[in-house]
């Protein structure tokens, strides 16, 4: 954790033996939606837009308040196991002050840091009307939208272990106007902000049919595009767009897993790097994601980049380890991501002696490649140990998964979306 010399004088009140582990700064997880932990392993094969309107719309309107704090209790458990330390959890439903509360609660309670990005969709513009959004995903007025995020961000201000951010759900089909306030409430309140940005093939093209310009080039005219915006894909961005991102020096949370998953692209990760934005990984949640597990994210960051250019050298293993921690640091905020003194104490340890890990010839090739969130024998957050040998030392996780099972079991009867071909999903074991 230091040089010998500015450790020698320090008495630890505990010492952990890591010989034959990796100890590395926490991870960070730009984008993922805890709650979506309910609705793991739904919604298969289907691409992004028909996703959201016959799977994720319907059962996300279900979803309570309590539905969304076990969904989150359960996922941020995951993510610590996995050696996550710090998350931008997009949160969406609902989006009630209590609810956005209660789950930054939990994101704290568990002991990672990070930032709600609350879900902003305010009222239903032409564009979603004809995407398919159901009009009872729109509660809240954008003056509503607006003051429940001001007061969220009040209670959780810049500075906190877990902030709370403006989120306009999808820069797509949010109103402009609701975009432009949001990106201000931001800029007054000195948060950075977060929306979805052009994850699917149809949004640009749909975006320029109704406004006349493409969505990121709107933003960066209208002067919004800047260092405080966390967007999250950016799939599907032209050459000026890239630029203007990059010239912003704007942070992308890149999803491989989910952007696989939905069949939804390649993002173009070396242009927006050689441009000047920070690019991060997120998991995308459970639901598109389906683990926490940002060494998946790592590995498919490569491969997809590799086979999309049919270039090996496109991205290296130490590429996918910085966007996982020094980038992913820089993208939300956090002082963290680097092994140094003076940063925040977010460190994790990987087993290195587990037999698919061995022999350790390059050990970032080996975190990238071989090993596995469940590699992590120790996740410590703020000098705080969090979990350690495959258990979470604040949150009761059987007794979360149980609850998530039932929730999820009465949610999806409520919804009216069958659980699938593979039935109830049985009790869980202790996972490794
Ligand atoms: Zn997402």
Same mark, same amino acid.
Request: overall charge negative.
């Given at each position: ?70 969904? !989150?209790? @359960? *996922? /941020?458990?995951?993510? =610590?196991? $996995?050696?996550? &330390? ?130 990121? !080039?709107? @933003? *960066? /005219?209208?002067?919004? =595009?800047? $260092?405080?915006? &966390? ?202």
């Amino acid at each position: 954790m230091g040089p010998a010399d500015r450790l020698a004088g320090l008495r630890a009140r505990q010492v952990v033996d890591c010989r034959g582990q990796a100890v590395l700064p926490g991870l960070v997880d730009g984008h993922t939606h805890l709650y979506q932990a309910l609705f793991r392993g739904l919604g298969e094969g289907l691409s992004i837009v028909p996703w959201l309107c016959t799977f994720m719309w319907p059962v996300s309107i279900a979803v309570t308040g309590e539905d969304a704090e076990a969904g !989150a209790r @359960l *996922a /941020a458990a995951e993510a =610590l196991r $996995a050696g996550i &330390t710090t998350v931008v959890d997009n949160h969406y439903a609902p989006t009630d002050l209590a609810t956005v509360l209660r789950v930054a609660a939990v994101v704290e309670q568990a002991g990672l840091r990070g930032a709600v990005a609350r879900g902003i969709v305010g009222e239903r513009t032409p564009l979603a009307a004809r995407r398919g959004q159901p009009d009872a995903l729109f509660r809240h007025s954008s003056a509503e939208e607006l003051e429940l995020t001001r007061e969220a961000v009040r209670r959780h201000p810049p500075g906190s272990k877990v902030e709370v951010w403006p989120a306009p759900l999808n820069l797509t089909y949010v109103g402009q106007d609701l975009v432009r306030a949001a990106v201000e409430l931001a800029e007054e309140l000195g948060t950075r902000w977060h929306t979805h940005c052009c994850e699917g093939s149809g949004d640009p093209a749909g975006y320029a049919e109704e406004y006349g310009v493409r969505p990121v !080039a709107w @933003l *960066a /005219a209208q002067g919004l =595009l800047d $260092a405080r915006a &966390t967007l999250a894909h950016a799939v599907w961005l032209d050459e000026r767009e890239i630029a203007q991102v990059g010239a912003a020096a704007a942070g992308v949370a890149h999803n491989p897993v989910s952007n696989a998953y939905l069949a939804s692209g390649t993002a173009p990760l070396g242009a927006l790097r050689a441009a000047g934005a920070t690019v991060a990984l997120g998991s995308d949640g459970p639901a598109c994601g389906h683990r926490q597990d940002l060494f998946e994210c790592m590995k498919q960051t490569v491969l997809n980049q590799r086979l999309h250019t049919l270039d090996p050298t496109v991205l290296r293993a130490r590429d996918a380890l910085e966007m996982a921690t020094r980038e992913g640091a820089r993208y939300a905020g956090v002082d963290a991501g680097r092994l140094e003194p003076g940063r925040l104490a977010d460190v994790i340890a990987v087993d290195l002696e587990r037999s698919h890990l061995q022999p350790v010839h390059d050990v970032e090739s080996t975190l990238v490649y071989a090993a596995r969130g469940s590699d992590v024998v120790l996740t410590v957050v703020d000098g705080r140990i969090v979990h350690r040998d495959g258990h979470c030392v604040r949150v009761d996780e059987r007794a979360a998964a149980a609850e998530v099972r039932q929730r999820a079991g009465e949610l999806l009867a409520r919804a009216g979306v069958p659980a699938g071909p593979a039935g109830p999903s049985p009790a869980p074991r202790p996972t490794r």
